[in-house]
C-alpha cells in the first residue's frame, strides 16, 4: 500500500514538471498504472497539436458541443487515470480513501504551480458554487455591512448574496453594465465610486458567463481598497482559470473560486478555492472542522467522503493543459472566437454581443437574432444543424444571448456548420 502511495504521489509531482510520468521503483507497480500515466508528446506544429488534441477527446461526431462553458469534457487520458483509480479504490476502498493526505497534497501543490500561488492557499472542493459559498458563509456580518455585486454576476452568486442580506440585514449595492463593455475606467469607476467605509466585500466576476466578458480585476481591486483597505475581494473565476494566461496573486484578491471541470477539463465535480494565507484564520469552514478558526488551508477541504479518484486525475488534466501551454491554448480559444463571430457579424438580423477586443473576450461569446427568440434559435441549431449552445440572460432581463463555447477540441468544420445555421436563420 506505501508503496503505491509513493508512486501516486511521486507521479503526481512528475506531471507537474514534464510531460512524461517516471518515478524510481516503477517496476514495482502494475504495467496498467504506468500505462494510463504514459508519456504525453510536446508537439511545436499547431496543426499537427489541434489535431492531436481533437483525437484525445471522446466527443460526439454528430453533434458539435459549443456549450463547453457549463462543463467540458475530460481528455481520453484524464479519463483513463479516472477509471484506472476507480478500479483500485473499489477493491479496498477505506484503505484508500483515509489514507490520502500526502497524494491529495501534491495535487495541491500542481495546482498552486498553476495558479502562482502557495500550496497553502489552495483548498480543492468541488466547484465554483462551493467555493464562493465558502467564502461568503465563512464570513461574519453585521447589520448594515455593504456588500457591493453586480447584476451580471452568475445566478447562484447574486442568490446566495441575497440570503445573507435576509438573514443578517446586510446591504447589497447592485452595480450594473451594458454589454459588452469595453471601457476599464468605465467598469473600474463603477465599483470605487459604490465603495464607503462600510463595504464589507466586492464580488467581481472575472469572466462574465453570459458574454464572455473580462473584467480588469486588479484594477478594481486596487481602486476599491484605496478607498477602504479592510475591503476584501471576492473573485468568481468559473470562467478564467484554464481558460486565459494569468496568476491569481496577479488580481489582487483575498478569495478566488473557480469550476475546474470547465476551462482546466478535469474530471466532473472538481473544484478549487483559494484563500490569501492572511485571511484563512478569520475565515470560518462552510463544513465543520477541529479546528474551525485554525489558519490551516485543509480546514476548507473537510466535507466528508469524496471522490478521490477525481481529485488525483486534476494532476493529469494538468498535465494535459501544461503540454498546450496556457499561452497557446488562450491564442487558439480567441481564435476559435473570432473564426465564428468575424463569419456572421455583418449579416442582417445577427446581434454579436461579445467584444471583439482581445483584452475583454475570449472564447466564450454570445448573439442573437433579431428575427428569432433565443429559444427557438437554440432548438433550430440542435435540430437542423446539429449545434448544442445554450441561452443566458442576465439579472435585469435586459441582456439576452445565445451563449457560444467552443474548447480546444472544437474544429473549423463544426464552426463552419454553426455559421452556415445562424445565416440559414438570420434569413428566415
Not at 134 to 151: H, R
Not at 278 to 290: M, V, Y
Request: hydrophobic share 35%.
Amino acid at each position: 500500500m506505501n508503496n503505491r502511495r509513493n508512486f501516486l504521489k511521486k507521479g503526481i509531482l512528475a506531471a507537474a514538471a514534464s510531460s512524461t510520468f517516471a518515478t524510481p521503483g516503477i517496476s514495482m507497480e502494475t504495467r496498467k498504472e504506468k500505462d494510463v500515466w504514459k508519456e504525453l508528446p510536446l508537439i511545436e506544429e499547431d496543426d499537427f497539436l489541434w489535431d492531436w488534441v481533437r483525437n484525445e477527446y471522446s466527443v460526439s461526431s454528430t453533434i458539435a458541443n459549443l456549450n463547453n462553458g457549463s462543463v467540458s469534457p475530460q481528455p481520453k487520458v484524464v479519463q483513463e487515470v479516472f477509471e484506472h483509480y476507480t478500479r483500485e479504490f473499489n477493491t479496498i476502498p477505506s484503505m484508500y480513501m483515509w489514507s490520502k493526505g500526502d497524494i491529495s497534497n501534491a495535487v495541491r501543490e500542481q495546482l498552486a504551480e498553476l495558479a502562482g500561488c502557495s500550496p497553502e492557499e489552495i483548498a480543492v472542493n468541488r466547484n465554483t458554487t462551493e467555493a464562493i459559498n465558502t467564502v461568503i458563509w465563512g464570513m461574519n456580518y453585521q447589520k448594515g455591512d455593504e456588500i457591493i455585486l453586480c447584476e451580471q454576476d452568475y445566478t447562484s452568486v447574486m442568490n446566495t448574496w441575497q440570503e445573507v442580506e435576509a438573514r443578517y440585514g446586510v446591504t447589497l449595492k447592485w452595480l450594473s453594465f451594458d454589454l459588452p463593455v469595453e471601457d476599464d475606467d468605465v467598469i473600474v469607476e463603477a465599483y470605487k465610486n459604490a465603495v464607503t467605509d462600510k463595504t464589507k466585500v466586492v464580488t467581481i466576476t472575472h469572466v462574465n458567463n453570459i458574454n464572455g466578458n473580462i473584467l480588469p480585476v486588479r484594477k478594481i481591486s486596487d481602486s476599491v481598497k484605496s478607498v477602504n483597505p479592510k475591503v476584501k475581494v471576492l473573485v468568481d473565476g468559473a470562467h478564467s482559470f484554464g481558460h486565459i494566461n494569468f496568476k491569481i496573486p496577479e488580481l489582487g484578491c483575498d478569495f478566488y473560486g473557480t469550476s475546474l471541470h470547465k476551462w482546466l477539463c478535469a474530471p466532473f465535480g472538481t473544484g478549487m478555492l483559494y484563500v490569501k494565507k492572511s485571511e484563512i484564520q478569520e475565515l470560518w469552514p462552510l463544513f465543520t472542522h477541529a479546528n474551525p478558526q485554525s489558519d490551516n488551508i485543509n480546514k476548507f477541504s473537510t466535507f466528508g467522503t469524496r471522490n478521490l479518484p477525481a481529485e488525483l486525475s486534476i494532476a493529469r488534466a494538468i498535465q494535459f493543459h501544461n503540454v498546450i501551454g496556457i499561452q497557446r491554448k488562450e491564442e487558439r480559444l480567441r481564435f476559435l472566437k473570432n473564426y465564428w463571430v468575424e463569419r456572421v457579424i455583418d449579416i442582417p438580423n445577427v446581434e454579436i454581443k461579445t467584444s471583439m477586443k482581445p483584452e475583454f473576450a475570449c472564447a466564450l461569446a454570445s448573439f442573437s437574432l433579431k428575427n428569432m427568440p433565443d429559444g427557438e434559435v437554440a432548438q433550430k441549431l440542435l435540430k437542423e444543424y446539429h449545434i448544442h449552445v445554450t441561452q443566458k440572460g442576465d439579472k435585469t432581463g435586459k441582456f439576452h444571448g445565445m451563449r457560444v463555447t467552443p474548447h480546444v477540441y472544437t474544429t473549423t468544420q463544426e464552426l463552419d456548420r454553426f455559421v452556415r445555421g445562424i445565416i440559414n436563420l438570420a434569413k428566415s
